[in-house]
């Protein structure tokens, strides 16, 4: 090896390859964590290694940058969505499953955990939008696609409802009575 090459391989450091990065496991792992998150918004995480370089990069459709109520509600939500289950306190609204017989909806047993994270969601629309937000309405029912819910919710096809007023109301501090 010549001298000048053995000095730029001391100055970069040993090679990076699956065995010899230190950190190279920890990026996979938090690939692997974010990737579910990643892919409900129909995004993907694609992590590349070489001899030279570890790269990983995150693939987020512009929809949903669109979404947003304004730049500091979609940096929020970002942070929310590349964070491995999510950063900071959550926002959980309550899935409550129905049948329905005739033309009356009752109450059914949930299929499994009946909890849903919207954090994600609720950060994207703003504080303004989820202020004005009612139990059951339009955007507080869409809530049942989240990208944290639990895969038998997302999949229910019969009535339903969401409760989620109550903790949008505690996550931002205001009193739900006060919601608009």
Not at 6 to 30: D, H, M, Q, T, V
Not at 145 to 162: H, I, K, L, Q, T
Request: proline share 7%.
């Amino acid at each position: 090896m010549r001298p000048r090459d053995a000095a730029r391989r001391k100055a970069k450091g040993p090679p990076f390859s699956r065995l010899g990065c230190w950190w190279s496991e920890e990026l996979r792992e938090y690939a692997a964590a974010i990737e579910p998150a990643i892919r409900a918004v129909r995004g993907m995480v694609m992590l590349e290694e070489d001899p030279e370089a570890v790269m990983m990069t995150i693939f987020i459709p512009l929809h949903e940058a669109r979404r947003a109520a304004d730049l500091d509600s979609w940096k929020a939500a970002l942070e929310d969505l590349i964070t491995p289950g999510g950063s900071g306190p959550r926002i959980v609204a309550q899935f409550r499953p129905q049948t329905s017989i005739g033309e009356s909806c009752y109450d059914a047993d949930p299929l499994g955990n009946d909890r849903i994270d919207v954090t994600y969601e609720l950060k994207l629309m703003g504080e303004d939008a989820v202020r004005a937000m009612e139990d059951s309405d339009d955007e507080a029912e869409a809530l049942k696609d989240a990208v944290r819910a639990p895969e038998w919710v997302r999949e229910w096809y019969g009535p339903f409802g969401v409760a989620v007023r109550d903790a949008a109301a505690e996550y931002y501090g205001f009193d739900p009575d006060d919601m608009e």
